[in-house]
T-cell receptor, first 114, second 113 residues
């Protein structure tokens, strides 16, 4: 078990409010990722991290920021939530060296912006 | 043009049949390929990975890769109702892409008794 947890599991928030989602891992993996999943779009990369304080943008990063001050925590912040950010958010880690392992995903956060 | 395309589905097969899921990708330098299974309301779960041309078998699952045609497929033999899920194809480009995977949009598979 890769030991990855996301919190909260569900959240309803109002348009214009900031929201922070947390991803926590217990095994000191270097690479961590935030994806969103929407019907018809599959999983799309928002941001990723390749080490403490090392982060970069993915394909759908507008309106999102991230922080990684510790190896185990990767935070995703919606700076001012909009209805278009209603989605299911998944955190993923890359266990092991190299790309041959595939990701392990957290359980997801279902976010609704009203 | 989407980088990873899957057959749109939904795909419906009878119990015991072979389910065939297909995926094409646009980046010729892609190195690693993965199939994930996702049950409704759950997170994706890795079921197969393949890196070299040819077939790779694991139980009832066979992944097939043809890099020349930029094509990867997943065959599920003796399909069971418990195989009903969304199947996601994912591709790793390699190089300095920091392990990033690009996913297809998914194919919904229903296995009916």
């Amino acid at each position: 078990d890769a030991g990855i947890t996301q919190s909260p599991r569900h959240k309803v928030t109002e348009t214009g409010t900031p929201v922070t989602l947390r991803c926590h891992q217990t095994e000191n993996h270097r690479y961590m990722y935030w994806y969103r999943q929407d019907p018809g779009h599959g999983l799309r990369l928002i941001h990723y991290s390749y080490g403490v304080k090392d982060t970069d943008k993915g394909e759908v990063s507008d309106g999102y920021s991230v922080s990684r001050s510790k190896t185990e925590d990767f935070l995703l912040t919606l700076e001012s939530a909009t209805s278009s950010q209603t989605s299911v958010y998944f955190c993923a880690i890359l266990p092991g060296q190299g790309s041959n392992y595939g990701y392990t995903f957290g359980s997801g956060t279902r976010l609704t912006v009203v | 043009q989407k980088e990873v395309e899957q057959n749109s589905g939904p795909l419906s097969v009878p119990e015991g049949a072979i389910a065939s899921l297909n995926c094409t990708y646009s980046d010729r330098v892609s190195q690693s390929f993965f199939w994930y299974r996702q049950y409704s309301g759950k997170s994706p779960e890795l079921i197969m990975s393949i890196y070299s041309n040819g077939d790779k078998e694991d139980g009832r699952f066979t992944a097939q890769l043809n890099k020349a045609s930029q094509y990867v497929s997943l065959l599920i033999r003796d399909s069971q109702p418990s195989d009903s899920a969304t199947y996601l194809c994912a591709v790793y480009a390699g190089g300095t892409s920091y392990g990033k995977l690009t996913f297809g949009q998914g194919t919904i598979l229903t296995v009916h008794p």
